[in-house]
């Protein structure tokens, strides 16, 4: 009887991993015959013109240029001692044609800062939670 119970869920998990697989293909179809442009860089909306990092001075800082009217996010990672000490978060509307510039000075820490990422991201609707976010620019120093 055990034997009939696994050869069963096995084939409930396969038949469901098909559908899931239908469903995935049908939508890529629909988006691609309604025409939905792909997201490329190029239509992305906003680009990191600059990202600069120095973990000696403690500093973060970038440069993004939108296109279009963007939500974008920077989520930063302050290592000290090889270990993540801190990720200060930031984010803000930039409008089409608009820039954000900023420059962050982080507090020193006990063992100092030796590493820092940035990682910016951008949204059109920051309140839909299906949403993909989309990459601005990313560096690591």
């Given at each position: 009887?055990?034997?009939?119970?696994?050869?069963?869920?096995?084939?409930?998990?396969?038949?469901?991993?098909?559908?899931?697989?239908?469903?995935?293909?049908?939508?890529?179809?629909?988006?691609?015959a309604t025409g939905a442009p792909a997201t490329t860089a190029a239509n992305a909306g906003c680009?990191?013109?600059?990202?600069?990092?120095?973990?000696?001075?403690?500093?973060?800082?970038?440069?993004?240029?939108?296109?279009?009217?963007?939500?974008?996010?920077?989520?930063?990672?302050?290592?000290?001692?090889?270990?993540?000490?801190?990720?200060?978060?930031?984010?803000?509307?930039?409008?089409?044609?608009?820039?954000?510039?900023?420059?962050?000075?982080?507090?020193?820490?006990?063992?100092?800062?030796?590493?820092?990422?940035?990682?910016?991201?951008?949204?059109?609707?920051?309140?839909?939670?299906?949403?993909?976010?989309?990459?601005?620019?990313?560096?690591?120093?």
């Amino acid at each position: 009887m055990r034997s009939f119970d696994r050869k069963r869920t096995v084939r409930t998990l396969a038949a469901v991993a098909l559908a899931a697989g239908a469903l995935t293909v049908t939508a890529g179809t629909s988006a691609a015959a309604t025409g939905a442009p792909a997201t490329t860089a190029a239509n992305a909306g906003c680009t990191a013109t600059n990202i600069h990092i120095d973990p000696a001075a403690r500093e973060a800082g970038w440069t993004v240029e939108c296109t279009d009217r963007r939500y974008v996010f920077a989520d930063v990672v302050v290592f000290a001692g090889g270990v993540a000490d801190s990720n200060p978060r930031e984010a803000q509307w930039v409008e089409a044609g608009g820039t954000w510039q900023d420059l962050n000075v982080y507090p020193q820490t006990t063992p100092p800062i030796d590493h820092i990422c940035v990682h910016l991201v951008s949204y059109v609707d920051p309140d839909n939670p299906f949403e993909q976010p989309l990459l601005v620019g990313h560096s690591c120093v």
